[in-house]
């Protein structure tokens, strides 16, 4: 066990850097804003992505998985978040994927996995409904009726949703919301009668979606894993995926860093470069050692995912409350302290502040992860 | 089993077999040995433990056989470390000699200085203090002014030092003294070792805010120390004690991991928790993964530097961070208590509430010890950063 990258996890890491600097730096995001592109991701650089492997990398080996584990995996999401590349990554891979590996009945793995190693399918997890995200508050009804499932309520901020080819909706077939037990796992077409998309834009320019089902009859071949007994594995798909988002957010904080501390060399006023302003050198240093703290969080979280060792969820929680609260902060202080051209739409920074916005709410902030690292260390 | 294998388990056994139950339990300020010549146990278990570490050579487990040490490479010195932490072993002593001059004079002294002073550290029986600062030389430790001047085969030493812990019961100190008062600030600087029996060594202790005296002002009064106590080149001190400095960060944490009387946080905090509601539990959540995000770094620059990547990025910030969090730490613990953390003694408090006063006030003096909080920032921007000066 390390924190640090194997040879092969270096190798992938240096590979995706090369890639998305030359394939998808960000002035590719910009354009996809720019044209107002309706999918919110280019199919084109996504199969390049899959011909380099990523969206097999954490599958098992029998569907061709790269075997890098969470680590390699969450290098390139590291890489990804600094160039703000959007990619269904997370959704399809980490998500779906994970659920149908973990959850899923040999049919519903053989028939899927392939496709997704592949990239040649797109899956959605559909969970949040109220405005901040918390899984054991899902209202969204799934109740049996007549030898068939039915499915009604309502989701939101559905990551990639309007792209998908199936969606994953977590419903709940029994307890109240607020309970862990209760909950249960749909396979969805969202062609089937009674389902409703929605696409709605983001700060950051990419899209989610907003789901209703209205009494979408579905039969048995639909559940993953066992009817009220899925929060164990969706937690655990979870906490892998909120270790990959805190790896983008660190990609994020980490690249607008960087461009900040060259500005302060760079920037002269008052006849010399702003960076030689203590105040300014000591809030910089603050970041830096941040963002220290982070990396060493965020290593652990994706070495315990790798392993599936007992403190994952909380490593999971540390990464992600920590890279939450350091990308809000970071990239606040990457606007203030480039002033004026801070706020404008021809510097990037705006929209490495934009992505780390949303990714801060993605799966549970800062708040929602010291409340459970609280539960979990029994307080 | 790999060699690796085979030493933990070597060790494992031994520390088990040697080291005394009341001796792995968390320890208290007052409960530390420091060695040197007045070594004072309180009870036998103390004594046992210091005298096998000891024999075994484990007081310096990294230095070379020769010196008095136990020989080990750094992998095998880390097993060392991380059993006893496993087992909760106290530090058999504390020592500065050992921790900080030692690795100095192994790399910077000569043949003679070796063998007069690391085997009689190795063994606790020398108790060392640190004589750097000054009244007028703080954080900007090279206006120090302490002369040296030479004087046949002897330096004869006057001025002042301030802020040496625990100079009434040290046995010698290393000190920094001006011997070139024409020089460039840095560079006439020298760094000698002074016997605190020398005629002319004048102590007097300083109350401390936490009612402890931690610390003295060193008077010299024409000290004559013979030249072969300087260690390096004569006005080339400000190099070794540089690099002192940098064992400094090696041995705080050895105070944090594990060695330091530091309470576990949630324990104590248990009781008034119970009902505190939810913003006392968010910011004791807070505070606990701050803990758990330092001890991380801590694991992750243990590997990079086994191997031999480049720390000095993330190694700069240990030191801040470390002092910064344990002193948050006893200001939320304190405040969590409400009024009853606010008595350091005396009846009608528990002992959690009493500790818990007194590290409060104890700590205040790590982010200004060793560096201020203010000049790791500094050095953060310049050297990591490159921000100009
Ligand atoms: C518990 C304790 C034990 C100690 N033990 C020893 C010992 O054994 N031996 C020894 O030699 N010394 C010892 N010291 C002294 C310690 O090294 C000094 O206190 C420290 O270097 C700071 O110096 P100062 O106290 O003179 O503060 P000052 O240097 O006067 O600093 C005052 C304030 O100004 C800030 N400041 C200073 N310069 C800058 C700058 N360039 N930029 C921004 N802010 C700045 C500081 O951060 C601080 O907040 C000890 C101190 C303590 C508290």
Redesign the pocket.
Known sequence: MTLLLDDEQRMLRDSAQQFLATRSPVSALRALRDRGDERGYDPEIWREMADLGWPAAVLPAEFGGLGVGYKGLGAVFEQVGRTLAATPLLSTVVLAGGLLAEAGSASQRDLWLPKIGAGEALLALAIDEAPRHDPTQVTLRAWREAGHWRLDGQKEFVLDGHVADRLIVVARSADAPGHRNGLSLFLVDPAAAGVQIERTWLVDSRHAARVRLARVQLDDAALIGAPDLAFDALDCVLDRARACVAAELLGVITEAFGRTVSYLKERVQFDVPIGSF?ALQ?RAARLYVEIELLRSCLAAALEAADAGADGAAALASLAKARASDLGERTLNEAVQMHGGVGVTDVLDIGLFLKRARVLQQAFGDGTFHRDRYASLRGF | MSGIDEFRAEVRRWLEANCPASMRTPITNEEMVWGGSRVSFQNEDQRIWFERMRDRGWFAPDWPSACGGGGLGPREQRVLEQEMLALGCRLPQYN?GIWMLGPVLLEFGTAAQKSEHLPRMARGEVRW?????????????ASLRTAAVRDGDDFVVSGQ???????DKADWMY??VRTDPQAKKQQGISFIMVDMKSPGVTVRPIE?ISGTS??CEVFFDGVRVPAKNVVGDINQGWGVAKRLLEHERAAMSKFTEGGAPSLDALVVAAPYLAGGGPVWRDRMAAALMDQHAFSLTARRLQEMALAREDVAGPGSIMKLVQSEQESAKYELLQQLMGHRGLSMEGEGFTADERAVCRLWLYT????????????Q??LIARRVLGLPA
């Open positions: 203590q000591h | 500065l203090c640190q004589g750097f600062s000054e009244p007028n030389a703080g954080s900007d430790l030092k301030t802020w040496t812990s625990d100079g000190a920094l401390l931690g610390f205040k003096s790590y982010t200004i010890a060793g560096g201020a909080s203010e000049i920032l500094n």
